[in-house]
């Protein structure tokens, strides 16, 4: 596998990783690289990667053969045949097998508590790539930013609790444009993982290529740009209530993330 070292908070990959020929064929799926480079960063071989939105299995395949222990949770069916797919090409006996599960990642009762090393979320981007159109719980299936955040505080709460203290959970998210308007789905969705109890240490700007809800525009007329990035959040797990009420307070947000204006 072609790692590539980062050293910034921008990320730019140009092409995906070679072993992808599975994953290019599941919408919305994300660069190997990405999930590489957290996992390398953030984990050391034998320590165990959740990811609850596992999709065609990127995350649950570099784990693998870097070597760490995985669980891939998806509500999809199809997101469960493609992640056994993508292990099948790429990963040998030699490596961990992840587990797969297919569950709602609102409800991970069968994870202990304080038992994941690292945690890598790439959530639906509301309705931009609708995954499951039968199944009600599908965060891609929730017009309404409202339902769609709770949706996701949900997922964070979860992630929080199997989480080990003074971990990572990486959330990697972008924004939406409705009728004209752009809605900072990333800005709500960090607010949504503070308000779980986690603190920010990184927030890396993902260059986004080959967005095909952009695609379309790129020949007709349009008066808004096209959005090209995603953002990536490093969240950390507090080692004490403390540590989390004293960023908090010193970002300003306590009452807004406690008590939130209706």
């Known amino acids: 596998m072609l790692g ?14 070679s072993w992808n020929r599975v994953a290019r064929h599941y919408p919305g799926n994300f660069a190997p690289q990405v999930a ?4 390398t960063l953030y984990t050391k071989p034998g320590e165990t ?13 570099e784990a693998s053969l870097l ?8 509500l999809s069916t199809r997101a469960i045949r493609f992640s056994r797919a993508s ?32 945690v890598i979320l ?15 719980r599908d965060l891609s299936n929730l ?18 609790r199997v989480l080990k203290s003074g971990r990572i959970c990486a959330l990697l998210i972008g924004d939406v444009r409705r009728e004209g308007l752009y809605y900072p789905l990333s800005m709500i969705a960090l607010c949504v993982g503070l308000r779980a109890g986690f603190v920010l240490i990184e927030e890396i700007v993902k260059h986004q290529i080959n967005c095909k809800s952009d695609a379309g525009w790129r020949n007709r007329p349009h008066n808004f740009l096209m959005i090209a990035h995603e953002h990536l959040y490093v969240l950390f797990k ?18 807004q993330i406690i008590n939130p204006t209706p």
Request: charged share 20%; with cysteine.
């Open 36 to 39: 590489r480079n957290l996992i």
């Open 143 to 160: 017009h309404s930013i409202q339902s769609y955040a709770d949706s996701l505080g949900a997922v964070m709460s979860e992630a929080y």
């Open 122 to 136: 790439h959530p639906p981007y509301s309705t931009i790539v609708r995954y499951d159109r039968s199944d009600s």
């Open 87 to 118: 292990l099948a090409l790429v990963c040998q006996m030699t490596y961990p097998i992840p587990k797969l599960v297919r569950a709602d990642a609102r409800n991970l009762n069968f994870i202990n508590n304080d038992s994941i090393d690292l």
């Open 4 to 17: 590539e070292t980062v050293e910034s908070t921008w990320w730019d990959f140009q092409s995906h990783a």
């Open 49 to 61: 990667v959740l990811d609850p939105f596992c999709g065609s299995g990127t995350s649950l395949v």
């Open 238 to 255: 507090p080692r004490s209530p403390k540590q989390w009420g004293e960023f908090m307070r010193d970002v300003g947000l306590t009452q």
């Open 67 to 74: 070597g760490r222990t995985a669980i891939g949770v998806d």
